[in-house]
């Protein structure tokens, strides 16, 4: 069994936020009250029960979007009221469901994260120890507060390119969220001026949500067959309506060309020295050898 669930409308505001077309996402004074539509689809062959609800969720540091178990509420769900709140559908019928929020006059400020489930099971469910429970949700991103919006912004540093144990090799670079809202972020990247003149890509960049003054790694892993040596890297991340863009030199597989340039000044001049003391001290001896003679 399976259910299917999405986003149907999104506020004018946000037209142009590829985000607001998947998530629940706004910003509203305490008090306040927004709707939106939710689609649901049984994507089963049998007839199945769909019970709607929502449920709370969090953006760790490290883990980023995290889901809450089973119904554990929190602020945000407080809020939330679905109609209908259960569906009985027929293989590949699809019904929508109204999802109004009303924020409560005393609403802690800040971001509040959330996610509407839509979770199936048999109609005339047996009696049963252990069930199989199925679930498909929207995302709620709802910041809270007085004043306008929080700004959405962050920053790209630190590419680099390697080659994992594996042989495989990959790029990274560190993202920082710099503003005030969760983001979400996806991306491209692009090779150029390689060994040989060589070009590749675009390359898929995956990096998770990364919340308010967190920060994260963009990763993306290329062909094994890409040639060692040094490649121009343009990384392009987005969040919304936020896109951040560097490039940089980076090398895979091998020192950089200034540190074998380094490696190979210090040998010569190791060399160099070696036969500098060399020579000092055949002078040294020829000198002492003549004297001898001289008397």
């Not at 305490?30 to 089963?44: D, H, K, M, Q, Y």
């Not at 429970?133 to 630190?158: N, T």
């Not at 670079?173 to 060589?198: E, F, H, I, Q, Y």
Request: glycine letters at 10%; a positive charge; charged letters at 25%.
């Amino acid at each position: 069994m399976s259910v299917g669930i999405r986003l149907v409308d999104a506020p004018v505001s946000r037209r142009d936020d590829e985000r607001a077309h998947r998530y629940v996402i706004d910003h509203v004074g305490p008090g306040e009250r927004i709707r939106r539509r939710i689609a649901v689809t049984n994507l089963s062959d049998r007839r199945y029960r769909v019970l709607l609800y929502p449920a709370a969720a969090a953006v760790h540091r490290k883990d980023g979007f995290v889901f809450a178990p089973g119904r554990t509420g929190n602020e945000l769900t407080d809020w939330v009221t679905l109609e209908p709140g259960e569906l009985v559908l027929a293989p590949e019928e699809t019904a929508k469901v109204w999802t109004e929020i009303t924020v409560a006059d005393d609403a802690t400020r800040g971001e509040h994260y959330g996610v509407v489930w839509a979770e199936i099971s048999p109609e005339h469910e047996p009696a049963e120890q252990v069930r199989n429970v199925v679930r498909a949700g929207v995302r709620m991103y709802l910041s809270v507060g007085p004043d306008g919006e929080p700004r959405s912004d962050f920053r790209v540093d630190d590419l680099t390119g390697a080659r994992t144990a594996a042989g495989v090799p990959v790029v990274t670079a560190r993202v920082r969220n710099t503003g005030g809202r969760a983001l979400d972020l996806t991306g491209k990247l692009t090779l150029s001026d390689g060994p040989g003149g060589l070009s590749a890509g675009p390359f898929n960049v995956r990096a998770g949500t990364v919340g308010p003054g967190h920060s994260t790694t963009a990763k993306a892993t290329l062909d094994r067959r890409l040639p060692d040596g040094a490649w121009t890297a343009r990384l392009t991340l987005v969040s919304g309506r936020v896109e951040r863009e560097t490039t940089g030199r980076i090398t895979i597989g091998t020192k950089p060309a200034t540190q074998r340039g380094g490696d190979t000044a210090m040998s010569v001049l190791t060399v160099g020295s070696l036969v500098s003391v060399a020579a000092t001290a055949l002078l040294a001896a020829y000198a002492y050898h003549r004297r001898n003679r001289v008397r």
